[in-house]
């Protein structure tokens, strides 16, 4: 599989915003989970965001209520709308997808997943 291309990585200031964008091809249409990672240097991926095919989203609570997770079919193409942004946010951000996917309840479960992106840098300063 072509590797998935994300974009809209930076720097920014505690309290900014930020848009990541992830084109996902031939995923606009069956049962399809789709979802975002990250992993700060030393620590372990973790999952950020997870949108299954129905619109249904989840996400961690370390984020949730900062980060909207969205997709629009028209352009393929998946979203992440970070606010609020805090140090603690400062990652390599890596989207995901898989199709056939059954179950909404596993958008989040890196196992799952075999098509990535290679990633894109998040820097928040203080």
């Known amino acids: 599989q072509v590797p998935l291309v994300e974009s809209g990585g930076g720097s920014v200031q505690t309290g900014g915003s930020l848009r990541l964008s992830c084109e996902v091809p031939g995923y606009d249409y069956g049962f399809y989970c789709m979802a975002w990672f990250r992993q700060a240097p030393g620590k372990e991926r973790e999952s950020v965001a997870g949108f299954y095919s129905d619109g249904w989203t989840d996400y961690a609570n370390s984020v949730r209520g900062r980060f909207v997770v969205s997709k629009e079919d028209r352009k393929n193409m998946l979203y992440l709308q970070m606010n609020n942004l805090e140090p603690e946010d400062s990652a390599t951000y890596y989207c995901?997808?898989?199709?056939?996917?059954?179950?909404?309840?596993?958008?989040?479960?890196?196992?799952?997943?075999?098509?990535w992106g290679q990633g894109v840098e998040v820097t928040v300063s203080s």
């Open positions: 995901a997808a898989k199709k056939p996917c059954e179950s909404r309840y596993d958008v989040r479960k890196a196992a799952i997943y075999r098509h």
